[in-house]
């Protein structure tokens, strides 16, 4: 265990400040895109009617979680399966070249995205929208398990060929732009329930 501390400490001092800079605003770009194609293309409206709070919300939640904090998960999730390989006395969990190394990454994430992930952007985006927090807990209680569910048949594909052939540093950017495709769908998830688009 001492040695994974000292590995997830050794992410927040060795943090390279443009490629942090990079994959947030790469990710922040590329959830304001999604936003844009799912308030255009998917719901409908018009330009004029854009939604600019929720642009911003969508957008900030984006570039700050997906961006900035993946930044660091991108380099923890392998830590944590390698350790969970040396617990488990299972090699090729340990190898961060193999297959199930790679699918114990797409695990951690998916985990993760149901746990942690999605109750925050409910939460978060809705804030930043101006909604209430009952009225995000609501609204992610009616909404969490369609959510993960189309979540994982997204992301558990797409993290395992991320981390199993995907070069580190592309990790995040390369993330970002498949989550232009997610944020379209739980961005009208999101929205769908609450009264906020046209029928």
Known sequence: MRLLRHQLRQIVTNLDG????????????????GDLLCQHAVE???????????????????????????????QAFPLVVSFAGRKLAHGPLQ???????????????????GTVMI?????GVGMLQGDTLAEGRANLRREWL?????GASFWMPFMYCNFAYVR??????????????????????AHRSKGRLPD
């Open 168 to 189: 580190p540093q592309y990790r995040v950017r390369l993330m970002a732009v498949a989550n232009t495709v997610w944020s379209v769908l739980i961005d009208y998830m």
């Open 146 to 150: 369609n959510s993960w569910a189309v």
């Open 95 to 113: 190898a961060t070249d193999s297959a199930a190394h790679a699918l114990g990454c797409a695990v951690v994430d998916t985990l993760h995205d």
């Open 119 to 123: 109750p925050c952007y409910f939460l």
């Open 18 to 33: 443009r490629a942090l800079r990079t994959d947030i605003l790469t990710a922040g770009g590329m959830g304001c895109c």
């Open 44 to 74: 409908g409206k018009l330009r004029h009617d854009t939604d600019w709070r929720r642009l911003y919300a969508v957008t900030t939640f984006e570039a700050l979680y997906m961006g900035g904090l993946f930044h660091g998960f991108c």
